[in-house]
Each structure stands twice: as structure tokens, then as C-alpha cells.
């Protein structure tokens, strides 16, 4: 079944990098989201990766996706307190140009201490 | 370009009453999508519209909820009628010819 597990908070300083890691467990996942929440705001899309990259680098953001262990990481380098957010993790399993549903995680709380 | 934009941003309701949520998706896009976050939980998938058609509704929890896309454009999620456990944050996301799903604020229903 699919199945989307993230740890739900982290906490780290400033300047520092943060690591949010997810797991899911079905393999047949085309592409893989981060997803972030300010509080009282809606959903951002941060980045996306397709399941046959090992690596997407955007900026601060480094996305590292193993599809053995079917593990996906989102690293943030120099985080600032405007990161602060919850961070979601989701799959589908639709092509490009399809639509389809996300699977999500719990979304892992990310607090920035100055 | 507008985004996704929800309708109302809160709403208060007692158990068994009726409550109706708005969606308007960005313009053009054919994918409108439901989902809903209960408790600090993951986010489920409630249903999928493609124009005016319910692509999949596997998500809907049962029989008291019901959504419509008329002609393709707007849609509403009607909850009738509401109980405790439908209190939780209902997002609604659209996507066109590409992967990337945009979401809106979101509305977040109290049921009390």
C-alpha cells in the first residue's frame, strides 16, 4: 500500500543545514514533492524530483532521493528562521502531463532558532 | 496570475448542520483536487476532478460529502451533515498539462 512516514519536528540554529528526511513504501512512485507550510498559510511547492534522479540541487536546496531504500532527504543549507515551516513530503504516481493524487507524510515541523 | 483561492478561510459549525467549501482553481487548469488534514495528520486525498468529471473519489469518507465541479470551473464540497471528526483543514489544489499540483490556503472547519 503507500505509505508516507516523515519525523515530526526538528530543530536546529541558524546558519546551520537542516536535514528532513522521508520514507514511503510504494516503489512505483513516478515523482516525489516537498511541500512547505508557513503558519496560516496554504501549501508551497518547494522543488520536485522524478524517481530515476538520484539528485536535485536548487539553490539552498539539495533534494536526494534512494530508491532502494526508498528514502528521500530535502537538505537546506544556511537555514534562516524564515524556514520555519512544516515540511511535507508527498508521491504520485502519474506521468508529466497527467494529473493524480499526492500521497503525503505527517509533514515534519522545522523550528530555526536564532 | 491568481492562484488557488478558498472560500471561507475559517468556518464554525455545530454538529449537523451543513457546510459548504469553495474552490477556484487557477485559470486553465483541468485538475482540481481535494484533500483534507485532521489532527496534525498526514494529508489525505479526498478526490480529483478533470473538468467537470470525478476522476477518482477513493478519498471521499463516506456519503456525507459531496463535491461538484459545475462546467468545469469552480467547484464545492458540501458536508451534510457535519460531524466532530470532519473538523480538520480542507486544501484544494489544481494542475494543468504539468506535474506541479498549486494549492490553496486552505479552510479550516471547526465542528463543535
Known amino acids: 500500500g503507500e505509505d508516507v512516514e516523515q519525523s515530526l519536528f526538528l530543530s536546529v540554529r541558524e546558519g546551520d543545514s537542516s536535514v528532513i528526511n522521508c520514507t514511503y513504501t510504494?516503489?512505483?512512485?513516478?515523482?516525489l514533492y516537498w511541500y512547505k507550510q508557513e503558519p496560516g498559510a496554504g501549501l508551497q511547492l518547494l522543488t520536485y524530483?522524478?524517481?530515476?534522479?538520484d539528485m536535485k540541487q536548487d539553490q539552498r536546496l539539495t533534494v536526494l532521493l534512494n530508491k532502494k531504500d526508498k528514502h528521500l532527504s530535502l537538505r537546506i543549507a544556511d537555514t534562516q528562521t524564515g524556514d520555519s515551516a512544516i515540511y511535507f513530503c508527498a508521491e504520485s504516481f502519474n506521468s508529466y502531463n497527467q494529473g493524480g493524487k499526492l500521497i503525503f507524510g505527517q509533514g515534519t515541523e522545522l523550528s530555526v532558532k536564532p | 496570475e491568481a492562484g488557488v483561492t478558498q472560500f471561507p478561510s475559517h468556518s464554525v459549525i455545530e454538529k449537523g448542520q451543513t457546510v459548504t467549501l469553495r474552490c477556484d482553481p487557477i485559470s486553465g487548469h483541468d485538475n482540481l483536487y481535494w484533500y483534507r488534514r485532521v489532527m496534525g495528520k498526514e494529508i489525505k486525498f479526498l478526490l480529483h476532478?478533470?473538468?467537470?468529471?470525478?476522476?477518482?473519489e477513493s478519498g471521499m469518507p463516506n456519503n456525507r460529502f459531496l463535491a461538484e465541479r459545475t462546467g468545469g470551473t469552480y467547484s464545492t464540497l458540501k458536508v451534510q451533515p457535519a460531524e466532530l471528526e470532519d473538523s480538520g483543514v480542507y486544501f484544494c489544489?489544481?494542475?494543468?498539462?504539468?506535474?506541479?499540483?498549486?494549492f490553496g490556503q486552505g479552510t479550516r472547519l471547526t465542528v463543535v
Open positions: 476532478f478533470v473538468k467537470e468529471s470525478k476522476q477518482d
Open positions: 524530483i522524478f524517481s530515476n534522479m
Open positions: 510504494d516503489s512505483s512512485s513516478t515523482y
Open positions: 489544489a489544481s494542475s494543468g498539462d504539468r506535474v506541479e499540483a498549486f
